[in-house]
């Protein structure tokens, strides 16, 4: 679907962006694609199952005065964008020479190949803030949630993430027996200093019942103690829409979702549908950031943005999009550095050179 059909369709009538307006007069560049594999210092233990490699695809655009664009493809397929070897099919089949054209025309089916493309054309047209995400930048560096690993290790690992400056936590729920981790959280919650905040995130894993007394549970403790439960992300799974509505409206305890939201025409049917908690956007699998650009500023939507294990070149990107489209002061959650069994290339072209 094409900027235009998708605007009737939807009825977005926000601006674009500016580099999505430069195009308009038509964009070329040679493009290259480079595959990458990054593996996890220990396999990730999610709801979904078992991951052990991070894989993607890195775009590099050079225009005709030799200004070069990076783009970063990092699918998740379980998670309802496309397949890798789709992405790397669709790379395959284009011309060396890409034109705004075909990117603006990248299907729905290939969300994360969209956001990679239009990432990598915006940075040819110089749209994309390069200091966002750095490590070491600081007014444009929006503050970050740091991930912990589901069961007890939890209980340990806050503590280093915390001397790094991590104040917001995420931790994985919905993994081992209910009991348990409720022993672990109420041990959790007693030890995070008062500052800290807490998101527990149950990957759709959880049921009904279970739903409802992690609800309870959170709005019980925030009444006794003084940390703040954030929300409690994708309790049931994508098809229990209806049942999150309700328990949404039950509870202080807020309830985001993730997996629901996956890509923008779920974000779109989500709202439709009635949705106004809070949406966790990963831009990596999202689709088009131009035409959620044009979603997030016409419904100004409550949104969380959120890693998909992208390299520095992803994240970048992910980044400049989460510093325009956040409303409310949440940390982004990109604070996944320590789930990699190498320290992170921070330079596009040294990522590149060494693929
Ligand atoms: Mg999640």
Known sequence: MNADKFVTQHGLNAPLPLYAQQCQQGFTALFEFRPYQRRFAKPLMTN???WDTREGIILRFVD??????????APISWFGSETLEQALD???????????EIIFTIPDCLPACQFGFESALAGVLGCVNESVG?????STRPYRSGLLAAGEVALQQWKTLWEQGYRTFKWKIGVDAIAKEL??????TGSLPPSA????????GLSYVEAKLWLETCDNIQGELPIEIEFLEQPLTVDELAKMLELSRFYKTAIALDESVATLPQIINCYQHGWRGIFVIKPGIVGSPSKLHQFCQQHQIDAVFSSVFETVIGRQAALHLAVKLSRKNRAVGFGVDHFFAQAEVTSP???????
């Not at 669709?90 to 705004?100: M, W």
């Not at 022993?183 to 959790?188: E, G, R, S, V, Y």
């Not at 072209?349 to 693929?355: A, F, Q």
């Open 48 to 50: 979904h199952g078992i």
């Open 64 to 73: 005709e005065a030799g200004k070069i664009g990076w783009g970063e493809i």
């Open 90 to 100: 669709f790379c395959r089949q284009l011309p060396n020479e890409i034109t705004s």
């Open 134 to 138: 750095r490590r070491n930048s600081s």
């Open 183 to 188: 022993a672990i959280f109420d041990t959790l």
């Open 197 to 204: 905040k807490l998101r527990l995130d149950a990957n759709g």
């Open 349 to 355: 072209e040294t990522l590149w050179n060494n693929l």
